[in-house]
């Protein structure tokens, strides 16, 4: 089968997307679900924008990738400099990536009128910058920006500019749909003249989705001839967003007989979506092709009817193969797939019924906004307490949470906790630079007296978000934290209208987890 | 120019999505916008399946729809029974619509699997519903149902059921991809050989978005011939949603040069999307092309400077054209153009020497956390402060949050807030579901006295984020707030260490940004 390159730009291209901005934990994060997924490529980011970029090369490599290689994003020289003292060119160096994406200029009108350069300047300019990369080693990606658009109003001038950056040697013309104003027949004719022209080099594809054909545009450049195609998980991305990896690997897969991620990989697309969404946080497009909750979702009677004599009746692939599951909305009966996943995940032995218990909490559960994808360690801990082999470690009493504000600016924060060990009863204030922060202080002061190896938990993330946010601030909001020790890092979940107490719930879950962990 | 009859489908596939639901008045609401936009046919609903439907017919009737007929939706008669009295059909009559919608079975599979008879008594079935209609003086639109996999099944019994409903009378043959499985290409060779073979008659497409791929298939077959087009608003639909107008319609005007609606209806779509998404009770979709907040908004610096030089180069069409509009997103990636921009459009003079000074002060709030992208109000704030014509409503001199929580379980929250209005002073205290609630409870008990218009004021969206992650519960939250009175929608955004803080400023910004604009 012909093996296409995945290219994903979710840590770049996506973080360009309205309302979406990763911190370097997130962007780790998510580089390490994308591995997982045996993506090919992994954008990391603009090298040369700021030092949040930089910090993430050098973080990303001691996470020791096994599948994904990480590509440095920048673009030619300027034209008024050489490439030895280019900032964006050195930059991509520092990184000490790989792999090296240039994106350069292939539409006259961008190189006289942005660039403010002649057309011959700018071959020059994507030749020099191209087999600068090369000669440092590196593997190079050049992304022909508005190449689309360059090639209708100039064929022969956007075709030149592949040529001088194939000449220097880049290993890879990817055409940028920029603007995201193409359809897919012009495309595809497009694509397969550069595939023709270009034999020797492998020919790619990026992808934005401004006429709601971004999927349909990649997979008519990979018909064409391309062998590398960029896209986002989710399809996130500046405007409307780009070509979502999540529909255009299950089509390659599937519909095309093309080999893009193995099919196990594949399986878990469901999931990393969902993550991604989760790190985003942002509320997940439940109508999202292949990897959407509403993807195998069926509402009609006629259609749920026509379901229970044949599958294929009304749905065009099997929901496992990327790991999605069919619901049937008049009769919830969903999930049980993903519980016995969980469970394996968790190390638990499949117990058809346990796990049909277990479902039916988590669905209550989350009707009550949990989620448990990031939540590994709550998901456990429910586990544990429906097999009734959970054991507190503690007994709440009260907890006290105070904030003042004075005009002077000063602000006070104080919370104070009660509980429980054994027969004896702690009662200990914690400050804090909030709330949520004091009520943690105050937990732990409360319990290291008796179980010391909690003050190597640390906490590392905490997120907040907002489950229904239909009602304003009284709306149920649901805290996500992760915590960590030398050994290992786990998430916990709380929900509830009120944040205090939903930050305690995933503050509880946090230190029982490790407790648990400890007793074994 | 070629006419491309438009035919939508929101009002029964776009209930069909999970969570939609419209009640008989959303239906009639929604009929009157549709014909506002000129759309040539409106599919009411399924006579058969309720009461309501049936009752949808007759007050739109009344309703003196000015450019759409109304389509009456139903299937071929039963096997079992004559056309006379099939339950279906005489619906279909009974709504006294013009145009009636019938869905026949065209996949060998579904005939003898789902209906259970033969493959020969299906074409009578389909020919006689057909003719029955006809003879009743309606124009008849044929749904063939599962077109694509029946075509791919068999072939020729697939073409036989087309010509069946064609000689009978059908007045449109619509190919539909019930499943949504398949891809352009095929989409496009199938509707080729529909178009050659049944040259006299309209053929139609109606497709799902299950590949990610509905509107380009849907284009796709009207490359290959097809004259009318059906989709939804927004691509509201089952599972993943039917093909949407709001992205076919524009790319059939805008990228194919033919006719869908007119341009001064096509300039009405994007108030048509946001009507049927507040309808449908449904948070609009930002990226949705053409139509979506975000379709038209640039969040690169590069971009933005760009644009100001020349609109085409980071834009494929002209957001007016659409009814949307350019927006400058203001974000850690932004420039001084985004801020020129923004001035521009809050219609403040673009004196650089003051952009240049929000700008400073914008980058170093983003350093502290803010971000300003989805909090427009607290952007004018920030202007007016630094322009020195921004005038406090009030003075805080202190809030006080309290949360308590016993092993009763019970949770109470109370906030108490201390102000000063002129000389008067208020001191009130308030209770919510969570500090957030309670805090918001008070402020407004304490201004409405002296500002009554703050009633009207109501709170839509609250979200949290963690802005430097590394440092767990620590770390700095930003809050931002979306709040709404009836003509407006504004944003709002406060960053602290303590959330209660942070909450309390974008509280405060909401308010004041009211009251600013009342003082004009």
Request: charged share 25%; with cysteine; hydrophobic share 40%.
């Amino acid at each position: 089968m012909t093996k296409i390159a995945i290219y994903d730009t979710t840590l770049r291209d996506g973080m360009q997307a309205e309302g979406v901005s990763f911190s370097l934990a997130d962007k780790l994060a998510i580089a390490r679900c994308l591995d997982g997924l045996g993506i090919d490529y992994i954008e990391g980011g603009y090298a040369a924008s700021n030092p949040k970029e930089m910090q993430f090369f050098h973080e990303v490599a001691r996470l020791g990738l096994e599948c994904s290689r990480v590509a440095a994003f920048g673009s030619t020289r300027r034209a008024d400099c050489t490439v030895d003292d280019d900032v964006s060119l050195n930059s991509i160096l520092a990184t000490k990536a790989s792999v090296a994406t240039i994106v350069g200029k292939t539409w006259d009108l961008h190189v006289t009128l942005v660039l403010g350069c002649s057309l011959e300047e700018n071959l020059t300019i994507c030749a020099e910058s191209v087999r600068y990369l090369k000669q440092k080693g590196l593997e190079v990606v050049f992304d022909a920006e508005h190449f689309f658009d360059g090639y209708r109003a100039n064929p022969e001038y956007a075709m030149k500019v592949l040529a001088a950056a194939a000449e220097a040697g880049a290993d890879a013309l990817v055409l940028c749909d920029t603007n995201g104003g193409s359809l897919p027949h012009t495309i595809h004719e497009v694509s397969q003249q550069v595939c023709e022209a270009f034999g020797s080099v492998v020919v790619g594809i990026h992808t934005h989705n401004d006429t709601d054909c971004a999927t349909a545009n990649a997979l008519a450049a990979i018909q064409a001839g391309a062998r590398h195609v960029q896209g986002t998980i989710n399809g996130l991305g500046e405007r409307c967003g780009n070509a979502s990896l999540c529909s255009v690997v299950p089509n390659l897969a599937f519909k095309m007989g093309l080999e893009p991620l193995s099919p196990e990989k594949i399986k878990l697309l469901t999931e990393a979506s969902r993550f991604v969404f989760e790190i985003a946080n942002l509320p997940p497009v439940m109508s999202l092709p292949y990897v959407g909750d509403s993807a195998f979702a069926h509402k009609a009677g006629l259609h749920v009817d026509a379901l229970r004599k044949s599958k294929q009746t009304y749905e065009h692939i099997d929901p496992q193969l990327v790991g999605n599951e069919r619901r049937f909305l008049i009769s919830e009966l969903s999930g049980k797939s993903n519980i016995l996943a969980e469970m394996e995940k968790a190390k638990i032995a499949q117990d058809k019924v346990l796990a049909r218990k277990i479902l039916a909490r988590v669905q209550d559960l989350e009707n009550e906004g949990y989620q448990f994808e990031a939540a590994n360690a709550s998901f456990d801990l429910l586990v544990r307490k429906i097999m009734e082999t959970f054991k507190p470690s503690f007994e709440l009493i009260k907890y006290h949470v105070n904030v003042e504000k004075r005009n002077s600016g000063d602000l006070v924060t104080e919370a104070t906790v009660k509980l429980k060990v054994g027969d004896e009863i702690e009662h200990v204030v914690g400050e804090g630079d909030g709330p949520v922060n004091a009520l943690d202080a105050a937990l732990r002061k409360s319990l290291e007296r008796f179980y010391p190896a909690l003050k190597e938990v640390q906490l590392f993330d905490y997120k907040v978000r907002v489950v229904n946010a239909k009602e304003g601030t009284a709306a149920r909001v649901r805290v996500v934290i992760e915590s960590r020790d030398r050994q290992s890092i786990w998430g916990t979940v709380g929900v509830s209208e009120n944040v205090i107490e939903a930050s305690w719930l995933a503050l509880v879950d946090s230190v029982e987890y490790k407790l648990q962990r400890l007793a074994g």
